[in-house]
């Protein structure tokens, strides 16, 4: 893959998931029965800093969870490799609260309707969230995020590429050129 450009530096994604993190306590009133479930890899160093967010503006501490949506998938023949289930992990019984799933990245959508999968195999939330960093367009599934950090249209030929410190050493947002073979 090749670095086209770089849409947000490490400023600008701190910047993004704390304005992330008011809306959503302004949205929902508060914290309360409130817990942040990132779907796996890069959503959950992204709930935590959501949750680090919360502590610092509420001094309020929100369960952080994770899922693993691999065999949740919709088009596993499409996507490299078999999956493997790693497994998901719930903060709480999540059966009356309010849950806020978070993403690096939406794109077709399929991502999301996985965890949402996932999630109500786990119990029936009383409300279902969804925060991204990035929302790319070209949506596949009718679903669309209620927290966005920045909108970044994008072609079907680039990809955008999340790097966080706790993945990847460095935090970063770039638009890649997607390599043909």
């Excluded at 794109?107 to 929302?135: C, H, N, S, W």
């Excluded at 920045?150 to 072609?155: A, D, E, G, L, M």
């Amino acid at each position: 893959m090749e670095i086209k450009t770089q849409i947000m530096d490490a400023a600008q994604m701190s910047r993004s998931l704390a304005r992330i993190m008011h809306e959503i306590i302004e949205k929902n009133a508060g914290l309360e029965d409130l817990c942040l479930i990132g779907i796996k890899r890069r959503g959950i160093p992204m709930a935590w800093r959501l949750a680090e967010n919360a502590y610092r503006f509420e001094g309020t501490q929100i369960p952080v969870g994770y899922v693993d949506i691999s065999l949740y998938r919709d088009d596993l023949s499409e996507i490299s490799g078999l999956p493997e289930a790693s497994g998901s992990q719930f903060p709480m019984d999540i059966t009356g609260k309010k849950v806020i799933l978070v993403d690096d990245v939406i794109y077709t959508g399929r991502t999301a309707r996985a965890a949402i999968e996932a999630i109500f195999k786990q119990g029936r939330p009383r409300m279902l969230q969804l925060a991204v960093l990035i929302d790319r367009g070209h949506r596949e599934l009718p679903i669309k995020p209620d927290y966005i950090g920045k909108n970044v249209p994008t072609s079907h030929d680039e990809f955008v590429q999340v790097q966080m410190m706790e993945v990847d050493g460095q935090d970063g947002v770039y638009i890649c050129n997607i390599e043909e073979s």
